[in-house]
């Protein structure tokens, strides 16, 4: 009986263990396949493929290389609006988004600066008149995003050539001070024949007050007699640009 009982013993069911599996080697984060993809659309598709996160990712590759970007601009895109406001915030604000830090926000900004002189590389080596969109897409790199109204001067020669791009004030967010005369005199200063000014409106619309086309007309009265031509007065906003010339207000 005893021997019965072993052999059922033995050729009962046994529980089956799993096999063993072997560790996988060399094992790369997710996001490394991604960060390829997305490279790849660019290379084959060319920039404009890409949607604004999509750019900035590419961009936060090298600042963060060892983590996944996709949410971080993501998120800074849904903080700021678009990857020009992106590149046009302040580095405080930029490093209040989660998972940004002072190393990230500062490649940003380093970023911006390059696409700021790019487009002021474009302006400076031709006449400006006839380079008028050059002249607006560096306006809106240099100012639009700006939290605080600034007011700046565009000197030129007598062939309307850039001489000089100047700040002269920079205020509150809805109001900055010119005086009339100090442009006068930095324009005699430079021996420019003539003038463009800018402003921004924080706010992001464009629309000229009535207090920047009374401030222009002064600047016009003053610099008239000096044989000095103030071309236009422009505002750039997020929302767009204005030129008082344009609008036939001066």
């Not at 302040?90 to 002072?102: K, N, Q």
Request: with cysteine.
């Amino acid at each position: 009986m005893q021997d019965e009982q072993d052999e059922r013993g033995f050729f009962a069911e046994q529980p089956v263990k799993p096999p063993r599996q072997a560790p996988v080697k060399d094992q790369k984060p997710h996001y490394l396949g991604h960060r390829e993809r997305l490279r790849q659309r660019f290379r084959d598709s060319g920039p404009d493929a890409l949607q604004d996160y999509e750019i900035l990712e590419l961009l936060l590759f090298r600042s963060i290389p060892r983590a996944d970007t996709k949410e971080r601009a993501k998120a800074l895109i849904r903080r700021f609006g678009s990857l020009s406001e992106v590149l046009g915030a302040p580095e405080h604000l930029l490093r209040e988004v989660e998972g940004v830090g002072e190393a990230v926000a500062f490649d940003l900004k380093a970023v911006a600066t390059a696409a700021r002189r790019m487009a002021k590389g474009e302006v400076a080596q031709r006449e400006v008149l006839s380079s008028w969109q050059s002249l607006l897409d560096y306006i809106r790199t240099a100012m639009a995003f700006e939290p605080r109204e600034q007011f700046r001067i565009l000197f030129l020669d007598k062939r309307n050539a850039l001489i000089a791009d100047e700040v002269q004030q920079t205020g509150t967010v809805d109001h900055t001070p010119a005086y009339p005369r100090e442009v006068a005199r930095r324009a005699l200063e430079l021996s420019a024949t003539a003038i463009i000014l800018v402003h921004n409106h924080p706010s992001g619309d464009p629309t000229p007050s009535r207090a920047d086309i009374e401030m222009t007309k002064t600047i016009i009265g003053v610099c008239k007699p000096l044989g000095i031509n103030v071309h236009d007065h422009i505002i750039v906003g997020k929302a767009g640009f204005s030129s008082l010339k344009g609008l036939a207000l001066i």
